[in-house]
């Protein structure tokens, strides 16, 4: 399987939308059902469509960009490194331990928050302390990801992500509140189960690798021993035999230092014990240097860098907390009115220094860029980081996040190619019909997830027909829980799945191996769903 193919995944998928454009009728949604006959993708379209992309979703690139360039600068600052390893030593023969804790965290802030994107953030800080762990990428992936993933299907309170959800089907934010409470915390312990499992699996490979080494090693030395008597026949033979043999043991020594050597390439470093830090390059790219920063020289305080690093957490976390959608709770919007308000002689200085603000609660991810700006200009004064220095730094960072911020523009050029040409509400129709069914709600969410990137677009195209022809309200909260619990299902193996196909192409981790490594966790957590599903039905 080629390495880091996610590019061509996503291209392969926007060429399939095209290709079902010119099989399936379009049809729209306005308060009735309106067929418009084929509306066929063309070439041109083909190339035309990643402009309109950036038109509407460039702001999600340029956020993937900047976090780049935060990140490149914060490599030029040796102190950061510092704190990965103090951070790495904390958890070591604690591995699990982190890993479930980001688990936790990240579901939870995607679950009320709906900061699936905004994670992006943190991602790269989490999984350099992941590597420096001694784990491997499909690791990385499998938290971060999976953790997301669990976090969409048991959304809570993320008004961002069930804003559509709850008004297509009428329903308020606490709905079906403790089922979609059970749904997270069974998507997070089969996350960490299947994390555990996996490092279980890939230790072994280690330890055989290892048997294997030594081994090798083993042969080499024992025919070593085979040669050297030969030295001991005629006089005359025996300086050829000598020549021979000589030659013949440095033949087999460098044959045997090469096996050696490659084969130990082929293992990893692991774990400092056989516990449960390991480190296994099936289809990985061979470095990490862009993952995690070079070591620092010397011990630097860290303590400026972990309370700004709080902070910009603090301010993270309450910038998109729902407090008035779902809490009504209106003091921050109090709060940002009064000193945007503030007047100095008539003037209003803070609100003319700060431009348009939001209160926290309606932060766009965009907002973040201030702030961020913010803890880089003070770190670099902090540590004495030069203003080439970040410039560079900014740069490098930039550019290792182009990739990433390209997959999220061509991910989103798949979302503007079915909305161009909306084929799918006839798929829908006529897998729907006008009664409620599981099984056909939980194949028309599937479908919905994948072809449309986003949820607010996932529910629209499909929520408000369903409320036209299935009439029966008493099934709409089931069918809300289906289709926000399938949506983050789709997320972990949709070639359209922003939070994967990012996540794959920053880990440089292939998409065929991904679908390896996750398929078990795949069953299961459909499997249980379904459970949940049906017995919601039949109460």
Known sequence: MKKNNTIKVV?????????????FKAAYFQGEFVEQGRVQMGLFDLFNYPLTALSYFGYIALFLLVVGGFYGILY????????????????????????????????????????????????????????????DKIVAALVTVGSMAVGLAGSTYATANLGVLTSSLNLDYNYQIWVRVVILLVG????IFNTFMYTKRSMKVVKAEKTTVKKAEKEDKQVTVKVEPEKKTSKAPAKKSTKSSSATKKGTKSTAKKTSSKTRKSVNKA????????????????????????????????WPLVTLFILLFVVFVLAFLPWKAVFNIDLFENMTSGFTGFELFGFPIFGK???????????????????????????????????????DGFIAGAKKAFKPALIALLVYTILVVVTYHPFQLVLYKAIIGTKFNVAKEVITAIMA?????????????????????????????????????????????????????????????????????????LLELFVIFLIIFIILALI
């Open 188 to 191: 997070i312990v089969l996350v």
């Open 271 to 302: 774990a400092l014990k056989d516990e449960d830090i390991i480190v296994v390059k099936e289809n990985m790219d061979n470095s990490r240097d862009y993952l995690v920063p070079e070591v620092a020289g010397s011990d630097h305080k860290i």
């Open 449 to 521: 997830a994948v072809l449309n990137v986003d949820p607010s677009y996932t529910f629209q195209t499909v929520l408000p027909y369903f409320t036209s022809v299935v009439t029966d309200v008493k099934n709409y909260s089931v069918v809300g829980i289906i289709y926000q619990s399938m949506y983050g299902f789709t997320t972990l193996f949709a070639p359209s799945s922003l939070i994967l196909m990012v996540t794959l192409s920053f880990l440089k981790v292939s998409y065929g191996s991904w679908l390896k490594n996750v398929w078990k966790l």
């Open 76 to 135: 030029k600052i040796p102190a950061y490194r510092n704190l990965l390893d103090k951070i790495a030593n904390a958890f070591k023969n604690k591995g699990m331990l982190f890993l479930s804790i980001v688990v936790v965290c990240f579901a939870l802030l995607v679950s009320i928050c709906g900061l699936q994107i905004g994670l992006a953030l943190v991602i790269p800080f989490v999984v350099s302390i992941i590597l420096l762990l001694g784990y």
């Open 353 to 391: 220094i700060l431009g348009t603000v939001n209160s926290f609660g309606n932060w766009m991810i965009t907002d973040m860029f201030l702030p961020m700006a913010l803890v880089v200009l003070i770190l670099a004064i902090i540590y004495k980081v030069s203003f080439d220095d970040v410039l």
């Open 11 to 23: 291209l392969i998928t926007t060429l399939v939308c095209l290709v079902l454009s010119w099989i």
